[in-house]
């Protein structure tokens, strides 16, 4: 594991792209057995917790922009994680559901993520773990 430099500038913005890239490489790692990128899935978690989302409503969801999102979701669909149905409610829209493939890996890829998220709080008091998951959910809502 490469350790940084005592000298480091005081930057946060460099310090949390360095904890991401290192949060993403780790977990990367993790998902090559399944066949699945980071941000896929990112997107089946998503879809796990609120099945039949358009992808305006999961592009929104997860913080994604539609020309991101829509590559991914192809992908998706053709290695067969998920699949999209016409939208009971407004027939024009199309909802996004996990495929059983999915479904039946939704606890071991749930233990990965667990797994990930324990490797990156290992060291962590109680305390510091509760203070830096409020500390990034400030930065992400801005506040």
């Given amino acids: 594991m490469t350790k940084l430099p005592d000298d480091v500038p005081d930057c946060m913005v460099f310090l ?3 904890a991401y890239q290192k949060a993403h490489a780790d977990f990367k790692k993790q998902l ?3 066949g699945l990128t980071n941000l896929q899935h990112l997107v089946l978690e998503g879809l796990w917790y609120k ?3 358009t992808a305006a409503q999961l592009g929104k969801f997860l913080i994604l922009d539609k020309a991101t999102l829509s590559g991914v979701l192809e992908r998706m669909v053709k290695g067969g994680w998920i699949k999209k149905q016409i939208n ?16 039946n890996l939704k ?8 797994k990930a998220n324990q490797e990156i709080l290992q060291g962590f008091s109680i305390e510091e773990k509760i203070l830096f998951k409020r500390f990034l959910t400030d930065v992400i809502n801005g506040g």
């Fill in 16 to 18: 949390l792209a360095k």
């Fill in 32 to 34: 090559i057995p399944y």
């Fill in 51 to 53: 099945q039949g989302m």
């Fill in 88 to 103: 009971k409610k407004d027939k024009r829209l199309l909802s996004i559901y996990t495929s059983p493939k999915a479904d």
């Fill in 107 to 114: 606890n071991d890829l749930t233990k990965e993520r667990q």
